[in-house]
């Protein structure tokens, strides 16, 4: 879907993965957020779509990198971290670089008060398996029958395999909707004027008017 086609509050996706170039993310995401006012930005850790999409629409940006190969997906079963988990601090990188680079971005002509705000921003925390994202194989799922049956029986506490992903909302405005889905919400961050600076906008702002 293209950036044309999509509703004005629809949600662009960005895919954070182990080698993709940070700054062609941050550079995408500083231009549709400059460019779309109404549309949150959503970067986020999960697989390649499986079929089963997450609640909102995903798009690929510009040189987004390609989707990781199938056997990285099951690098937990070898004792690795699952690429959702590993990239989660990349991710939380990533979008502390766009919230920095969008508040510079700001024209000082709209501050108020001597300052600027920047992104809100939405965190959620999931599995994969309660997403969908991973199934049980025969093998697993043997496995797990024999736990529960030692659990059962007092022997043993049965134990139940997670795998974390991330998704992180960035907008220009308040989405309470995704509280109530559960997300913990950080306010923007403020960019705050020194007198001379609003000095300097105040007297740009006469000089533009006497023009």
Known sequence: MSNAEAGPSTAHEIRITNHGKIANWVTFALDHLQRYEDRPLV???????KGKAPAVTEEVAPDAPAP???????????????PSMATIPRLVSVVEIIKREYL?????????????????QYNEI?????????????????????????A?????????KKTAYMRVTLCRGKLPELIGRGA???????????KSARARVKHKLRKAQQV
Do not use: F
């Open 43 to 49: 970067l986020h850790t999960l697989p390649a779509n």
């Open 68 to 82: 990781e190969p199938a056997e990285a997906q099951k690098r937990a079963k070898g004792g690795g971290l699952h």
């Open 104 to 120: 510079k971005t700001l024209d000082p002509a709209l501050a108020e008060a001597g300052s600027l705000s920047g992104l809100h």
């Open 126 to 150: 999931g599995d994969l398996e309660s997403a969908g994202y991973i199934d049980r194989t025969g093998d697993e799922e043997q496995e797990r029958l024999a736990a529960l049956a030692l």
């Open 152 to 160: 059962l029986q007092g022997r043993n506490h049965a134990k139940e």
């Open 184 to 194: 913990t919400y950080q306010p923007p961050a403020v960019r705050r004027l020194s």
